[in-house]
């Protein structure tokens, strides 16, 4: 009973009897080996051979109280080979999962679809690029792309492409990709040449003279283009970084027009002319802008050089004058006699000359004090010249300068009282009081 109790106790249950036994036994041991010197001769040669034995047997048998629990352990022992052989079992399903695996991955490989390789419709090219749509787009597919010449690609959600970002003129080749789950990758490419850039036209500013020939800026420059340029009349041609076009070794008073170019890759190139104008030193016509701001009335080329093209003033130098001044407008200038074109600058000369003239009063003072578009070589005109005014500027169809339907002065005196002047309403020349106040207009000859 009281190995059961010991054999009913957990974990160290049983090595604790085990132990118990043997002190047990031992003890045993013992007493019979002092009963069997205790009684030897008689009973203990019989006696203590057979409670050894028993001891023997006994000891055995006194572990046997747990013998359930040891028969419980082989078959526990039984039990875990059991458990052993499920842990194969369960190893052997390991490697059937193992062998699934392999199996989905085949299959995998097996279900891939086939690449959409893009396929396009036309092209457009545009000031950047082009556009083109995808002619088997599905938004199915996940769609990129990428393009040369620095071009930038966007695909929209209908297949349109659009390559931007390309330069005028200039080819670009997108490759358009297609990608989904479980497909291949499709890839294709497109080509096309941006829209040619429209040519830069040269316009120019105001020209003026310069020594050996004549000088213009470019109104619309850019660095961005080539510029270059020829002239006719022997002129060379220079343009300057900020677009200043010089033309050079042209014959003061020679026509000569120069042409500008414009080239820059992917644009069309562009051309303009220009030719030097009368104020710039070119040759001069009736009518046309002269040096000095104003209009050309008079040309005539037998005239010496200096002397062959007449300018009148613009209107804003146009002023209401006496002949002379005060006293003077009763005494006789020495000179102002002549009436003939070309006389009018010795005549203004001869009026300054008098004492006592002003330019507040006097209208070849006036003249002669003037600066005006640059130009300080006015004076009053002749009786002749004056006539050519008005024939060339104001007696025609379509008047230039500005001029009055009044009189206006000439140079040329007339006695030492009058003097010539002009009525514009009717073109008569008549001579007049010095001491009126009439119109004045300055003329300049080149
Ligand atoms: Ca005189």
Redesign the pocket.
Known sequence: MFAVDMCHLPATGGSTFVLIAGLFLLVAGVIVARWALASAGRLSVVVAPLVLLGGLVLAPQVADPCAPATTTVPSATTTVPSATTTVPSATTTVPSATTTVPSATTTTTSLVGAALTPTFGSTTATADGFTVQISNYSALYTWAGAATANGSVVVSGTGLITVSGVAAGTSSTATITTTRTGYAGGTATVTQTSVVGAALTPTFGTQTAAPGGFQVQISNYSALYTWGGTATASGSVAVSGTGLVTVMGVAYRTSSTATITTTRTGYTGGTATVTRTCASGGSCAVGDPGGGGGIIFYVDMNRPVGSQYFEAAPVGAEVQRSWVTGANQTA??????GTVIGTGAQNTI?IVAQSGNVAATSAAVYCSELVSGGQSDWFLPSKDELNQIFTNLYNVSSPLGGFSIGAYWSSS?FDGDFAWYQLFNSGSQINVSKGATIFVRPVRAF
């Open positions: 006789a200038v020495a000179g102002p006699d001869d005196e």
